[in-house]
């Protein structure tokens, strides 16, 4: 069974920074593509950052500049660095995981990121 853990998220004053981690277990990431996505209450799910299994990156428009999506297929892990952050991004952030030619199926259980004076 594949299980994503997500940790890293907290509360952060505007300008600040935080790195969010990924760890997964049950199945080897070399072939996935990782994404992060985030919910802001009210609002829908969307996805803020993606790397494909070769390593090419993708981000949305608001974040790009000051997000930065890595992984580390040794470890089985992937990061979401975020700097520079702004109220608008306080949301649930949530990492997810697509097996080779398939859509995201396995989702971590989020963790929280506050940004706020």
């Known amino acids: 069974q594949v299980q994503l853990v997500e940790s890293g998220g907290g509360v952060v004053q505007p300008g600040g920074s935080l790195r969010l981690s990924c760890v997964v277990s049950?199945?080897?990431?070399?072939?996935?593509?990782m994404g992060w996505y985030r919910q802001a209450p009210g609002k829908q799910r969307e996805l803020v950052a993606a790397i494909t299994s070769g390593g090419s990156k993708n981000y949305t428009d608001s974040i790009k500049g000051r997000f930065t999506i890595s992984r580390d297929n040794a470890k089985n892990t992937v990061y979401l660095q975020m700097n520079s952050l702004k109220p608008e991004d306080t949301a649930v952030y949530y990492c997810a995981a697509a097996p080779p030619n398939g859509e995201y199926r396995y989702w971590g259980q989020g963790t929280q990121v506050t940004v706020s004076s």
């Open positions: 049950g199945s080897i990431i070399n072939l996935y593509t």
